[in-house]
């Protein structure tokens, strides 16, 4: 498809689009205190690589904002990706001679996030956040940070380009043509890989805010998990969750973590069966367009999820009944589990993994059975 980019279509998206802003906000805890104050957090790149010497695995670029000027042609429009609640995000590339001593394989395409304008101490928090976390995991399914700029006012973030933009764009769009059945289920598997390596890490981390939005495609449709803004260290030791503000996005979070701040990863697995709903049904996971039972996906698609004859019911029309019958059944059946109410009775991820290989080439062999560890 190349470079399927259209205005307003977000790279980035700290709102959720599914439904407009007053209708799908960020959740936030309005009456959280901040935890530290502003002036702790840093204030320059010396400042970022001091707090990065501990965990630091992976080199970052400290941009000057004169270099991101050069590298997006001074933030012209016709670089402009999108944007969202956070900024707006351009594409740029990066040449040798942007800086002396500069190692790239050269033109490198990058995406710059712009956290220019949300001087405010949470943007400030979760444009760290980023730096942090994907200054110290690497993996295929999670997007790769190029670099970053802390000057002044200024905060952005740099990444390696995306050409696809995010499963949300595609998914969503009525100009272009609908995923088929199998590149949902490539994007299903690599952004549950993705999830599996962040929850089974040295140091475990609860992604927070997955969603299709946040999901970006590679020319060949691989799945990455993008913008790490609400990531958090998961519980150690004896604990069993993390207490926290309660923030990510209506329709995704887990009723469980709404109710309490008590987050764990199985609130990441809950957000990934709604996330699979959307890739089964075509539906946004939160729609005030539709009639009132409908609007919240995961409650209307849960009951029909278990009934065979129901699920081909509600599988997205625009894929005319192009898909193997038996795994969208069993698609549906790991969704079932996944949204479980009981988040202890939830699978792993690595067990959703597990269970979404073998349905890659179901149509192939249709009797290719689940392996253990989720039952569906």
């Given amino acids: 498809m190349g470079n399927c980019w259209f205005k307003g279509n977000p790279y980035f998206n700290r709102v959720s689009s599914n439904a407009t802003k007053s209708e799908s906000p960020k959740m936030q805890s309005p009456s959280e205190k901040k935890e530290k104050?502003?002036?702790?957090?840093?204030?320059?790149?010396?400042?970022?690589?001091?707090?990065?010497?501990?965990?630091?695995r992976n080199p970052l670029i400290a941009f000057t904002f004169e270099e991101l000027k050069r590298i997006t042609k001074n933030f012209r429009q016709d670089s402009l990706l999108g944007g969202g609640g956070f900024g707006r995000v351009y594409k740029g590339y990066i040449t040798s001679d942007l800086r002396e001593g500069l190692t790239i394989e050269e033109p490198l395409r990058v995406a710059v996030k712009v956290h220019d304008g949300d001087n405010s101490f949470q943007g400030h928090?979760?444009?760290?956040?980023?730096?942090?976390?994907?200054?110290?995991?690497?993996?295929?399914?999670?997007?790769?940070?190029?670099?970053?700029?802390?000057?002044?006012d200024h905060r952005v973030l740099v990444y390696e380009f995306m050409p696809l933009g995010s499963v949300?764009?595609?998914?969503?769009?009525?100009?272009?043509?609908?995923?088929?059945?199998?590149?949902?289920?490539?994007?299903?598997?690599?952004?549950?890989?993705?999830?599996?390596?962040?929850?089974?890490?040295?140091?475990?981390?609860?992604?927070?805010?997955?969603?299709?939005?946040?999901?970006l495609l590679d020319e060949e449709y691989n799945a990455k998990l993008s913008d790490f803004g609400l990531a958090k260290d998961g519980p150690v030791g004896d604990k069993s969750h993390v207490s926290t503000r309660i923030m990510g996005t209506y329709g995704y979070a887990a009723p469980e973590y709404i109710m309490t701040g008590h987050l764990t990863a199985m609130s990441d697995v809950y957000?990934?069966?709604?996330?699979?709903l959307e890739l089964l049904t075509g539906r946004k996971s939160l729609d005030k367009s539709r009639p009132v039972r409908e609007q919240t996906l995961a409650d209307w698609a849960f009951p029909m999820l278990i009934q065979k004859k129901k699920v081909l019911g509600i599988v997205d029309p625009r894929l005319a009944e192009d898909y193997p019958v038996k795994a969208v059944q069993k698609t549906a059946m790991l969704a079932y589990h996944c949204l479980n109410r009981n988040p202890k009775a939830r699978p792993l991820m690595r067990d959703i993994v597990a269970t979404l290989e073998p349905l890659q080439q179901m149509e192939e062999?249709?009797?290719?059975?689940?392996?253990?560890?989720t039952e569906v």
């Fill in 271 to 276: 957000s990934y069966g709604v996330v699979l």
């Fill in 168 to 215: 949300e764009s595609h998914l969503f769009s009525r100009v272009m043509v609908p995923l088929p059945w199998f590149t949902r289920m490539k994007i299903a598997l690599g952004a549950a890989k993705g999830l599996a390596f962040l929850h089974e890490a040295e140091k475990p981390v609860i992604y927070r805010d997955f969603k299709t939005s946040n999901i």
């Fill in 37 to 56: 104050d502003d002036s702790m957090l840093p204030s320059n790149a010396k400042e970022v690589e001091e707090l990065r010497r501990e965990s630091a």
């Fill in 365 to 373: 062999d249709p009797s290719i059975s689940l392996v253990s560890g």
């Fill in 125 to 152: 928090r979760e444009w760290l956040a980023e730096v942090i976390f994907l200054g110290q995991l690497s993996h295929p399914n999670l997007v790769k940070l190029i670099g970053y700029c802390c000057e002044d």
